[in-house]
């Protein structure tokens, strides 16, 4: 069923929002105050979701998409939106949850323009792939969640130059070695490839079946430009929780080293860094400037601990993985900072144990993507923190929470840091302060 669609507004995905006889209707691809002929593809009592077939009036905002796999990968939702155009959005769009969820009033909290990237191509510094047979070639790509599409990634214009040029060599070498994808039968077979650049230097992990990776093409590929290490991890389970099980070094270093403007770190195979390195300086220095009048913080999902080992403050840093608090231990040795303890441990318990031993004044949280535990905003509510700066990727979610907490604090600040360019994503900085 085809239909004629003006679009008012952006929903909180970057698709375009319209109505057709009273009635919600969601178009990605589409821009607010665009006229468009949508097919319906899926109608509910509440709302409908409309493929887009053409732009009648086209908005003044609208770019043509750099990217040849735009129409079937769901990567870059936003990329036929100029690009300060997508920062409003947003924007907005944290507003709107705020709006939705709290009772607070923005008016009376600041909350500036969204902070641009530097880079809103090349930016990607981290990848994991899966290793795909793509006729009768090896390659690196992602099957959409709703149409089964086969993205390559060997081209990604969001991925480093490096990172690509590496992809394509590691596909003919593959593909002339005659690899084989993953057989869930017989349990052999590459699975998955894991990517980090590091000040120009890469690390390669290779999932695989039971048969590995053989010498002479681990050999071929050590050759290749800025490869710098490659580690095997043999993994047959049905999970892809690959960072559980270990990983044997086939090649090069153990520990990669990631320079900030004043210090070195060790970062092992294990450990995560954002996909976006430029983006992670940023937010750490942003947080750094709201904790300036800290003097007793406890930190949450500190990961290898990059932010807390540029404070001054006496402070105990928290992270469930302890392969990351190892090389967070050995990096704060390494720079002789002796202000900082770093705790491997469920959060939930550990937040408890310490928040019971001393008074801290400040509370930092690092999320991605999912709530805090009601035994975090229980402890919130009893240890009685002055300050919360809480870190979040879904507005939504950070909303949701605002909402538990807005009885006891109130919301000072807002900043918006755009670490995933082109997407709906938006790294989201909270600065609350106690009642």
Not at 1 to 25: A, F, Q
Not at 370 to 391: C, E, N, Q, R, V
Not at 405 to 427: A, F, M, P, Q, V
């Amino acid at each position: 069923m085809k239909k004629n669609v003006e679009i008012k507004k952006l929903g909180i995905n970057g698709e375009g929002i319209g109505y057709i006889d009273r009635k919600i209707v969601f178009v990605p691809g589409a821009l607010p105050q665009e006229e468009v002929i949508v097919e319906i593809i899926k109608q509910t009592r509440t709302y409908s979701e409309g493929e887009l077939l053409q732009v009648v009036k086209p908005s003044k905002d609208r770019v043509t998409p750099k990217c040849r796999s735009y129409d079937n990968c769901q990567g870059c939702t936003m990329l036929h939106l100029s690009y300060f155009k997508q920062l409003n959005a947003k924007k907005e769009a944290v507003r709107e949850s705020i709006r939705k969820y709290t009772e607070y009033d923005l008016s009376r909290t600041i909350f500036k323009d969204v902070i641009a990237a530097p880079s809103q191509e090349g930016f990607i510094t981290a990848v994991n792939l899966p290793i795909v047979d793509f006729k009768g070639k090896i390659s690196f790509g992602i099957y959409q969640r709703d149409s089964k599409y086969l993205t390559l990634m060997t081209r990604c214009f969001k991925q480093h130059p490096i990172i690509n040029e590496c992809l394509l060599k590691l596909e003919e070498i593959l593909t002339t070695n005659k690899c084989k994808t993953y057989s869930d039968k017989f349990r052999t077979g590459l699975r998955f490839l894991k990517v980090k650049l590091i000040d120009n230097k890469l690390q390669l992990v290779f999932i695989t079946g039971r048969d590995g990776l053989k010498e002479e093409i681990v050999k071929e590929i050590s050759q290749l430009p800025h490869v710098a290490s490659i580690f095997m991890s043999v993994n047959t389970s049905k999970h892809q929780e690959f960072d559980e099980l270990g990983y044997s070094k086939l090649y090069g270093a153990t520990r990669l080293e990631l320079h900030d403007d004043k210090n070195q770190y060790l970062v092992s195979v294990k450990s995560k860094l954002p996909e976006n390195i430029e983006m992670m300086w940023k937010q750490n220095q942003t947080i750094k400037s709201l904790v300036q009048d800290s003097q007793k913080i406890i930190s949450l999902n500190c990961g290898i601990g990059l932010l807390e080992l540029n404070l001054d403050q006496e402070i105990v840093a928290i992270d469930e993985k302890r392969y990351q608090i190892d090389d967070a231990k050995l990096n704060a040795k390494y720079l002789k900072k002796e202000n900082v303890t770093f705790i491997a441990g469920d959060l939930d318990s550990k937040i408890v144990t310490y928040a019971k031993k001393k008074v801290y004044d400040t509370l930092i949280i690092q999320n991605e993507r999912y709530g805090l535990s009601d035994t975090i905003k229980d402890t919130i509510k009893i240890a009685k923190f002055k300050t919360i700066i809480y870190a979040c990727q879904s507005h939504s979610t950070l909303a949701k929470d605002l909402a538990d907490l807005e009885k006891n604090y109130k919301l000072e600040r807002i900043i918006g840091l755009d670490t995933s360019c082109h997407n709906s994503y938006l790294t989201t900085i909270v600065k609350l302060v106690r009642k």
